[in-house]
C-alpha cells in the first residue's frame, strides 16, 4: 500500500507547491477529500484525472462519520494521492485517521495552511500566543479569552449562530471579531469587523470562512461588566473536568447521589479545617485544605450547572463583580481612609443594591443560622448595635456576665440551659466590646485546654498514674507544670 497525502493549500493555485504539483500529475490515482476548493478548478484545467468523497458528506450523520468514512476509502486504494485543502495536518481528522490505520509509513507533502493566509490577511504574529480552536467542537471547549483566538470549520451560518452562541458565555456581546472568507485567495477574500452578536448575519459565510477573536482585556476602573476580564492564566478547568466526570452516569456512585443539602456539612467541615490550618501557621496543610474547599465550591457549581441554574464561571464573574462593587475607593472615585470606612462604604452599597427590594422586617434579618452560635450572636449584637442598641464600652457587659452568672447559680434545674444560654451570650458581647472575636478565642481556649491536658496524660504514664485513680489535686499540679512549660524561657 502507498499512500501519499498532499495540501492544497488555503485556495489560491500559486500556493501549490512543486513536490504537490508532482505527486498530482505523477499519473496515480487521485482522491480529493472534496472538490469544493478553489484550487480543484486549477487541476480541471490541468488535466488531472481525480475522484472525490463528496458523496460520504451527503450520508454521514455527523462529521465523525464523514471522516471515518473518507479514511476507510483512502484505505480502500493499493495506490493512492489523497489531497486535502490547506495544511494536511492542520484541522484534518481525515488525514489523521489515515495515519492511524494504515498498514505502512503515509508520505505527507506539506502545503501551506489557511492560517498562513490569515495571518497576512490580519497582520497578526503568533509568536506571543494564540488559540485555534474548531467551530464544531466550541461545546467541548471555548477559548480562555487572554489570547488571541482562531475558530475554524465556521462553514454555514447555522454553525456560526451555534458558534456565536457558545463564544457569548465567555465574551460580551458586542466584542469585536473579525469574519474572513477565503484568505490570501485573490478576488475571493472578504472579512468583516462585527460585533459578536452579528455573527451569523452574513450569507456569504461558506466552507472558506473563519473566525479571528481578538483577546479581552483586563477590566478598566469602574468597569465592572467580568465579561470583559481575561480568565487566569490558571483556570480552574481542570478542576470542574473532573467533577463533571465524577457526576456523570458513569462517574462515581457516591458523587451522583450528592445535592446541595447533602453537602452543607462537608462545605461547614472543610471550612473549619482551613481555619484550624491557618491557624496552626502551616502553608503546605493550608494549601491542601483551601484546596478541599474548593472542591466543595466546584461541587455545589457542577450539581447547579446540571439544574441548568449556573456553573461555576458564574460563581467566579459574579464574586468578582461584587469586590469591585464593593470597592469604589479602588476601582471608582470614593474615598476610604480606614477599615471601618471600607465596611461603612461596603453596607451603603450593598443597601443600594437591594433598593428595589422590599425592606426587611428586622434589621436582624440575614444572619445565617447555619453558623456557629459563638459568630452567630456576635453577629446579631453588631447588627443590633448598628442602631444604637449597645453600651457605651465594656463596663455594661462586664456587669451583665455578672449579673447572669448569679442567675445561673441560683436558677432552678429547668430554667438552667436557658440561663446558661444568657451567660454566653453575655460573653460574647462582653468579648465583641473588647473587639476579641469570641468564635476565634474559645477555639484557642480549647486547644490550649487539649494541649495541657495530653501533658497531664503523658505524665501521669511516665509516672505510671492511671488519671481516674488521680485526685484532682494531684492533676491540677501537673496542670500548672503545664501552664509552666509554656511560658517562654528566659
Keep these: 500500500m502507498s499512500i501519499t497525502v498532499v495540501g492544497l493549500g488555503p485556495g489560491n493555485p500559486a500556493h501549490l507547491t512543486a513536490g504537490a504539483l508532482d505527486a498530482l500529475k505523477s499519473g496515480r490515482p487521485v482522491l480529493l477529500r472534496t472538490a469544493i476548493h478553489p484550487t480543484v478548478d486549477t487541476l480541471k484545467y490541468m488535466g488531472i484525472p481525480f475522484e472525490t468523497c463528496d458523496d460520504l458528506y451527503q450520508r454521514g450523520r455527523s462529521f465523525e462519520e464523514v471522516y471515518i468514512a473518507v479514511a476507510e476509502r483512502v484505505l480502500g486504494y493499493e495506490d493512492v494521492v489523497f489531497a486535502v485543502p490547506g495544511h494536511p495536518m492542520v484541522g484534518e481528522s481525515s488525514v489523521r485517521l489515515v495515519m492511524e490505520r494504515a498498514a505502512g509509513p503515509v508520505e505527507v507533502i506539506t502545503g501551506p495552511s489557511f492560517l498562513d493566509a490569515l495571518l497576512v490577511t490580519l497582520g497578526l504574529d503568533p509568536v506571543d500566543g494564540m488559540e485555534l480552536l474548531d467551530a464544531l467542537q466550541l461545546g467541548r471547549r471555548l477559548p480562555a479569552g487572554d489570547l488571541p483566538a482562531i475558530v475554524m470549520q465556521v462553514h454555514s451560518r447555522a454553525v456560526a449562530s451555534d458558534a456565536k452562541l457558545a463564544l457569548m458565555e465567555r465574551y460580551p456581546d458586542?466584542?469585536?471579531?473579525?469574519?474572513?472568507?477565503?484568505?490570501?485567495?485573490?478576488?475571493?477574500?472578504?472579512?468583516?469587523?462585527?460585533?459578536?452578536?452579528?455573527?451569523?448575519?452574513?450569507?456569504?459565510?461558506?466552507?472558506?470562512?473563519?473566525?479571528?477573536?481578538?483577546?479581552?482585556?483586563?477590566?478598566?476602573?469602574?468597569?465592572?461588566?467580568?465579561?470583559?476580564?481575561?480568565?487566569?492564566?490558571?483556570?480552574?478547568?481542570?478542576?470542574?473536568?473532573?467533577?463533571?466526570?465524577?457526576?456523570?452516569?458513569?462517574?462515581?456512585?457516591?458523587?451522583?447521589?450528592?445535592?446541595?443539602?447533602?453537602?452543607?456539612?462537608?462545605?461547614?467541615?472543610?471550612?473549619?479545617?482551613?481555619?484550624?490550618?491557618?491557624?496552626?501557621?502551616?502553608?503546605?496543610?493550608?494549601?491542601?485544605?483551601?484546596?478541599?474547599?474548593?472542591?466543595?465550591?466546584?461541587?455545589?457549581?457542577?450539581?447547579?450547572?446540571?439544574?441548568?441554574?449556573?456553573?461555576?464561571?458564574?460563581?467566579?464573574?459574579?464574586?468578582?463583580?461584587?469586590?469591585?462593587?464593593?470597592?469604589?475607593?479602588?476601582?471608582?472615585?470614593?474615598?476610604?481612609?480606614?477599615?471601618?470606612?471600607?465596611?461603612?462604604?461596603?453596607?451603603?452599597?450593598?443597601?443600594?443594591?437591594?433598593?428595589?427590594?422590599?425592606?426587611?422586617?428586622?434589621?436582624?434579618?440575614?444572619?445565617?443560622?447555619?453558623?456557629?452560635a459563638l459568630t452567630r450572636a456576635e453577629k446579631v449584637q453588631r447588627k443590633a448595635a448598628k442602631v444604637g442598641f449597645d453600651w457605651d464600652d465594656a463596663q455594661g457587659p462586664a456587669d451583665k456576665v455578672r449579673e447572669e452568672l448569679a442567675e445561673v447559680l441560683s436558677a432552678p434545674e429547668e430554667e438552667l440551659a436557658g440561663e446558661v444560654g444568657d451567660l454566653l451570650f453575655a460573653g460574647v458581647n462582653l468579648a465583641r466590646k473588647l473587639k476579641v472575636d469570641p468564635e476565634v478565642a474559645l477555639t484557642a481556649t480549647t486547644a490550649r485546654f487539649i494541649r495541657r491536658f495530653q501533658y497531664i496524660e503523658h505524665r501521669a504514664a511516665k509516672l505510671g498514674r492511671i488519671l481516674s485513680n488521680m485526685t484532682l489535686a494531684e492533676m491540677d499540679e501537673l496542670w500548672n507544670q503545664a501552664k509552666q512549660a509554656e511560658l517562654p524561657q528566659k
Aim: aromatic share 6%; glycine share 6%.
Design 174 to 372: 458586542d466584542h469585536q471579531v473579525v469574519l474572513v472568507r477565503a484568505a490570501g485567495v485573490s478576488g475571493e477574500e472578504r472579512q468583516a469587523v462585527i460585533p459578536l452578536h452579528e455573527l451569523d448575519h452574513y450569507d456569504w459565510v461558506d466552507y472558506l470562512t473563519t473566525l479571528y477573536l481578538p483577546p479581552l482585556k483586563r477590566s478598566e476602573v469602574g468597569d465592572v461588566d467580568p465579561k470583559r476580564w481575561a480568565p487566569a492564566r490558571w483556570p480552574m478547568d481542570p478542576l470542574v473536568e473532573v467533577m463533571a466526570r465524577l457526576r456523570a452516569p458513569e462517574g462515581c456512585p457516591w458523587d451522583r447521589e450528592q445535592t446541595h443539602l447533602t453537602l452543607c456539612k462537608y462545605m461547614l467541615e472543610e471550612a473549619y479545617e482551613a481555619v484550624e490550618a491557618a491557624e496552626a501557621g502551616n502553608p503546605d496543610l493550608l494549601c491542601e485544605e483551601l484546596g478541599d474547599v474548593l472542591l466543595q465550591v466546584a461541587f455545589n457549581a457542577q450539581v447547579a450547572s446540571e439544574n441548568g441554574d449556573f456553573d461555576m464561571h458564574d460563581v467566579v464573574r459574579g464574586i468578582a463583580a461584587k469586590l469591585v462593587r464593593r470597592h469604589p475607593h479602588i476601582f471608582g472615585e470614593a474615598e476610604a481612609e480606614t477599615p471601618d470606612d471600607v465596611v461603612r462604604n461596603w453596607e451603603a452599597i450593598k443597601r443600594a443594591e437591594k433598593g428595589g427590594a422590599p425592606q426587611p422586617a428586622s434589621v436582624l434579618e440575614g444572619v445565617s443560622k447555619a453558623l456557629p
